[in-house]
């Protein structure tokens, strides 16, 4: 982490800069040196530095000042303010002001490390998720298309969900999307610009998903050798994304249930509360209703994380995304693997739209992926593909194009069979045995 991540130190004590750079050297860290205020400022100008160390007494320029301009300069720069104990008032003034947090002098080295070690996971936290958002924004289309009746409704969703701190509850098959349709909701809320954290519930056993939500102490349990923020600490003022919150065990259940009515967490081995401030999103691919009924979860932890809820539609409901998306995968793949791959084949095109798709945008992703490595033109050939024909309706006979047509009003019609009927100008038993045939199922 550390090698990521540029350190600027200002101190006007030479001895004081020295030994903090050959500290933070060997912890892995890019570093920069300044003498005072102007000489910062000027180093930064030239070199941005994701972390700055700044001693609040300094001649000309103090360290309360440094940090105004700092702030117009570099606004995403991380202020650690080192303080002599009579200057803590201006340290925590600077803390109002924006600072991350201060030390006092004389200071613990490993004391300082971990603060600056907590400091860079921020930093990168945020970074990832700007540079998320951005992919995001501008990718909003690998999602949806304006055409398809069912995503249009969920675009509304996230759009009327986005900017409040409501819970949502993302549900649909696997390979949906699910956790791109939460960070698409955390790119367009007012928390934005902090983390957003991912936790997979199902992937972690119950003590150790604690460890991962609430963090720990030192000393904890065996193998605790440092004290380590959890995953809810590190949401803080951002969004929690809890990915197949219907695996996570009863004892979690009742441990978040708390934590979300009372925004505090306890880190495992400690007694001391810490505050948090987070937006929560959860997903499944289970029936959370059906959990609820069995006993598996809690009738009263379901209520708290499904206020709004949100169900993506398979891809085989969605047929006109198919092409769109399968072109941007295309695009993204050559790009990445320098490959003059510009289009797909006639045959090839017929053969993606004929495709149930199962495993739904995943699957769809991973099989355009597989043939831009395979392809050796210019044009991806439906032999590139990881399904063969038989898999799918041969593409341009009769019976591909009526399952598309139908497949195509039934989403239009949201699986209202009534509706759907009319429009086809069929009987519904004529249409369920139609939907039977090609193995349509509703949602």
Request: charged fraction near 25%; aromatic fraction near 6%; proline fraction near 4%.
């Amino acid at each position: 982490m550390g090698s990521q991540v540029r350190l600027l130190i200002v101190d006007d004590e030479l001895h004081v800069r020295s030994s903090l750079a050959a500290w933070f050297r060997d912890e892995g860290y890019q570093v920069a040196l300044a003498g005072g205020g102007h000489e910062a400022l000027e180093e930064l100008s030239k070199n941005a530095a994701e972390i700055m160390l700044v001693d609040i007494k300094m001649p000309g320029m103090d360290g309360l000042a440094l940090q105004r301009h700092v702030r117009k300069l570099a606004p995403d720069t991380t202020i650690i303010i080192m303080t002599a104990y009579a200057a803590v008032d201006t340290a925590v003034q600077a803390l109002k002001e924006g600072a991350y947090d201060y030390i006092v002098k004389p200071f613990d080295p490993e004391e300082l490390t971990r603060l600056v070690r907590k400091a860079a996971e921020r930093y990168l936290l945020m970074a990832e998720n700007r540079a998320l958002r951005e992919r995001i924004e501008a990718a909003t289309v690998d999602f949806v298309t304006a055409g398809e009746g069912g995503m249009r409704e969920v675009l509304e969703q996230v759009d009327q969900v986005a900017p409040t701190d409501t819970a949502v509850l993302v549900t649909g098959d696997s390979g949906t999307g699910k956790e791109l349709l939460a960070r698409l909701i955390h790119a367009r809320s007012k928390r934005c610009f902090f983390p957003l954290v991912t936790v997979n519930c199902g992937a972690l056993a119950e003590g150790v998903l604690e460890s991962e939500l609430y963090g720990h102490q030192r000393g904890a349990f065996s193998g605790a050798i440092t004290t380590r923020r959890g995953k809810i600490e590190l949401a803080n003022g951002g969004t929690l994304f809890l990915d197949e919150i219907g695996d996570v065990p009863a004892k979690v259940q009742v441990d978040l249930l708390r934590v979300l009515q009372e925004k505090q967490i306890t880190r495992v081995g400690s007694n001391t509360t810490i505050q948090v401030d987070f937006r929560l999103i959860c997903a499944t691919h289970r029936d959370l209703r059906a959990e609820v009924q069995s006993g598996k979860l809690r009738e009263d932890f379901f209520f708290r994380i499904n206020v709004f809820p949100i169900h993506l539609p398979p891809l085989r409901e969605r047929t006109a995304d198919i092409l769109l998306l399968a072109r941007q995968f295309l695009q993204h793949f050559a790009g990445q693997m320098s490959k003059p791959i510009h289009s797909f084949s006639p045959e090839a095109l017929a053969a993606l739209e004929a495709y149930p798709w199962p495993g739904n945008v995943r699957e769809l992703q991973n099989a355009v992926e597989r043939a831009a490595v395979l392809c050796r033109g210019q044009e991806i050939t439906p032999e590139l593909f990881p399904f063969s024909p038989k898999d799918a309706v041969q593409p341009g006979t009769l019976a591909a194009v009526e399952e598309a047509h139908i497949m195509r009003v039934l989403a239009e019609c949201g699986y209202n069979i009534t509706r759907a009927a009319k429009i086809l100008d069929v009987d519904r038993v004529t249409l369920y045995n139609k939907m039977k045939k090609y193995k349509i199922e509703r949602p």
